[in-house]
Each structure stands twice: as C-alpha cells, then as structure tokens.
C-alpha cells in the first residue's frame, strides 16, 4: 500500500520568511496529492491539492510542486503570518474504486512574530 | 460551501458504555470516513463507507462498529468504550474516490 512521510515534524519559521514542507510517496500510481491545515481545535482543512497532470500549483501565498520522479511533493508558503501557525498534513491517492487518501503524520509550523 | 457536523465536540463517557458517535455531511457525498488523531501518530483510518449500508475496516476497527443507513449520515459506534479509546475522533466525507475530503471539527471522547 501506500505510504506518505512528512519531514521533520516541525518546522519554525520568522514572520516573513518562507516556509516549504515537503511529502514523500511510495505508490508510483499516486496520482493526487492535497495538503491539509489544522488549527488548533479544529478539523483539517484542504487549502491546495494537486493532480500528477500538473507540476505547480498557486494559490496566492501558497503553492505546490510536484515531482513525480522522485516521488515527492512540497508545500510553500510565502510571506508568512503568525495565523499561518499550525498542523499541515500532506496526503496522497490513486484513482480506482474505493481509493483512499493515505496521510502524512503532519508537521507543526510555528511562525515566529 | 459543504458541512460536515458532529453532533458532539466534547464528551466524557465511562469504561464499559456504548458510545455512539454522529456524523451528518449536507452535500450527496459518496464517501465517508471515521479517523482517530492522537499526538505523534496522526491520523489514523478506523472505518470508512462508499455507500449506503456498505462499511469497509480501515487500519484501527479494533473495538469500533460503524452504522450507515442513509446516505448522509455515518455513526461511529464504540462497543464497550475503553480508556485507551480516549481520542479526538473526526469524520469526513467525500465527492468521489480521488477527491479530497472535508472533515468535521472533531469529536474529543474521553473515556473515564
């Protein structure tokens, strides 16, 4: 089966700077890849995914990249913010019938103000 | 935008009760999931659903059941409810295999 590893497990960062995390996959068949954000308190959130048919992906301060070569996937942020603080869980899939997302253990960013 | 509700955000159940866990998603998804997150293991698949009636194990059912009826709702279902079942449990829905989730707030059960 698959097999998605986040690392390290944290990650500080100043206010400002930027921040890349970045995913490990296992399945060559993995062909989607989204990133979760999880407040404290909350759920997870999906922010940006994206599908093996592109290599980037933005979304105003954020983006992913990935490299379906070496089998990796990262997530950046530019410009960070004290709210950007939080658990980031990269995941990964593939298309067929009962699929399922695989995830990372998540990443805890600390933005420094 | 799609919501998924969990009826309860904090609950404090004692060893040996059946615990039922609800979760209600407004938007036709197919698929249904139940995780469980503790600290330094992540998320972690106990039982999830493509469709009505239908419920597959996923890596942790040991001690859980799941009720699916209807296609909108998915219980989570703790048989005899144990100390180490304390958790944050959290549900989740989706469109389609190969589609990202939306997932609840989260349910914090602690088992006294």
């Known amino acids: 089966g698959e097999n998605v590893e986040q690392h390290p497990s944290t990650l500080s960062v100043q206010e400002g700077d930027s921040a890349v995390i970045k995913c490990t996959y296992s399945?060559?068949?993995?062909?989607?890849f989204p990133w979760y954000k999880q407040e404290l308190g909350k759920g997870p959130q999906l922010i940006i995914d994206i599908r093996s048919n592109v290599g980037e992906k933005k979304d105003q301060r954020i983006a992913v990249t990935l490299n379906k070569t070496a089998k990796h996937f990262s997530l950046h942020i530019t410009e960070t913010q004290p709210e950007d603080s939080a658990v980031y869980f990269c995941?990964?899939?593939?298309?067929?019938?009962?699929?399922?997302?695989?995830f990372g253990k998540g990443i805890t960013l600390s933005v420094r103000p | 935008d799609v919501k998924v509700t969990q009826s309860s955000r904090y609950l404090v159940k004692r060893t040996g009760e059946k615990v039922f866990l609800e979760c209600v998603q407004d938007m036709d998804h197919e698929n249904m999931f139940w995780y469980r997150q503790d600290p330094g293991l992540g998320l972690r698949l106990i039982y999830f659903s493509y469709d009505v009636k239908m419920k597959e194990k996923g890596d942790i059912p040991e001690g859980y059941s799941v009720s699916r009826e209807k296609k909108e709702r998915f219980s989570l279902i703790l048989e005899s409810a144990s100390t180490n079942q304390t958790s944050m449990y959290l549900c989740?829905?989706?469109?389609?295999?190969?589609?990202?989730?939306?997932f609840g707030s989260g349910t914090r059960l602690t088992v006294v």
């Open positions: 989740a829905s989706s469109l389609g295999t190969g589609d990202g989730y939306t």
């Open positions: 399945d060559s068949a993995s062909n989607y």
């Open positions: 995941a990964a899939s593939r298309n067929g019938a009962n699929s399922k997302l695989t």
